[in-house]
Each structure stands twice: as C-alpha cells, then as structure tokens.
C-alpha cells in the first residue's frame, strides 16, 4: 500500500515561485513513478509532471515545460515540484498521484496511476 501527503500549497503573486512537496510512504518498487495532476474549478484534470522513481527520468505537460520541475529525493521519500513564473491559470488543486509498471504512454494518464494523495491548493493572485 501507497500513501501520499501533499503539503506545501498556497497563495502567491505573478511572477513568483512556490515549491510543493508528496510524501511517499509504502512500497516504491516495480517500475514505480509518481506524478503531478492539477484541477482547476470547472476544468479537467491535468497532467503536470512525472517522474520514475528508481532512474528520475522526467515527464512534462505541456503547461510546465520551461516553467517547473519535479524530482524527488529517494533518502527522504520526497518528491517535488518547484513551480516558477507562476500566473493566475497555474491556479488550481494539486495532487500527487503513484503508479507502478507506466510505461512512457501511460505517464500522462490520471487514470493509470492507482494512489492519490488529497491536493493542496496553489493560488496565484494577479
């Protein structure tokens, strides 16, 4: 079994930067990976960034290329998503979700990943 806790959330400017956290309890074998979904009110859930545990190769939306970055600290079973020039439609939930066996197809799929942590909730002030 998989727990994850998102922390790290909040209210910033334009332009500013914000860094939030996942962590990661429980079993993190088997080709394990864990991504970043984002849901804004009246909007669809959105792929962010994801990550494979064991080797860190990275994915990304097409919305935080340039802009964020995931990573995780395997010592301290966390994973990250620093966030920079941030604007009001970066504004939304954020959820860290893990899933094991994704292949690269898979990544960018809510629906693969079989643990999900509650959100934390970024907001970006204009």
């Known amino acids: 079994q998989v727990q994850l806790a998102e922390s790290g959330g909040g209210l910033v400017q334009v332009g500013e930067s914000l860094t939030i956290s996942c962590g990661v309890s429980?079993?993190?074998?088997?080709?394990?990976?864990v991504g970043w979904f984002r849901q804004a009110p009246g909007k669809e859930r959105e792929f962010v960034a994801a990550?494979?545990?064991?080797?860190?190769?990275?994915y990304y939306g097409d919305s935080a290329k340039g802009r964020f970055a995931i990573s995780r600290d395997k010592a301290k079973r966390m994973a990250y998503l620093q966030m920079h020039s941030l604007t009001p439609e970066d504004t939304a939930v954020y959820h860290c979700?893990?899933?094991?066996?994704?292949?690269?197809?898979?990544?960018?799929?809510?629906?693969?990943?079989?643990?999900w942590g509650q959100g934390t909730q970024v907001s970006v002030s204009s």
């Open positions: 990550l494979r545990w064991s080797e860190g190769t990275t």
């Open positions: 429980g079993d993190t074998a088997g080709r394990f990976v």
């Open positions: 979700a893990a899933g094991r066996g994704l292949i690269t197809a898979s990544v960018r799929q809510g629906t693969k990943y079989g643990y």
